[in-house]
Nanobody, 127 residues
């Protein structure tokens, strides 16, 4: 059973940084899977943020975020991180970690591609 638990969200001022964590159990980073971050702001659709594939070094970012956000992982801890810098009020959202066991030719940016989801962590950026 795959379980994903996010942490690290909070209330920060514009310009600050946050690092989110997603602790994964039931899968190993050496296996074929894709693990990603999405976010969802009130009244908006869930939006792809960043992701990577377990057995490779492939990563993918939303074009609008790649200059400020960075995804990384700790294989020993089975944890993936999302470093968010220069935060803006429009980054306010619930951030979700998601995973898929399916082998994908590329890292999908569609939420329907992912079967496993965490409960999310709230990030609020004040102006």
């Amino acid at each position: 059973q795959v379980q994903l638990v996010e942490s690290g969200g909070g209330l920060v001022q514009a310009g600050a940084s946050l690092r989110l964590s997603c602790a994964a159990s039931g899968l190993t980073f050496a296996s074929w899977f894709t693990l990603v971050w999405f976010r969802q702001a009130p009244g908006k659709e869930r939006e792809f943020v960043a992701g990577f594939r377990g057995r490779s070094s492939d990563t993918r970012y939303a074009d609008s975020l790649k200059d400020r956000f960075a995804i990384s992982r700790d294989n020993a801890e089975n944890t993936v991180y999302l470093q968010m810098n220069s935060l803006k009020p429009e980054d306010t959202a619930v951030y979700y970690c998601a995973a898929s066991r399916l082998t994908m030719p590329t890292i999908s940016t569609s939420p329907i591609s992912y079967s496993y989801w965490g409960r999310g962590t709230q990030v609020t950026v004040s102006s």
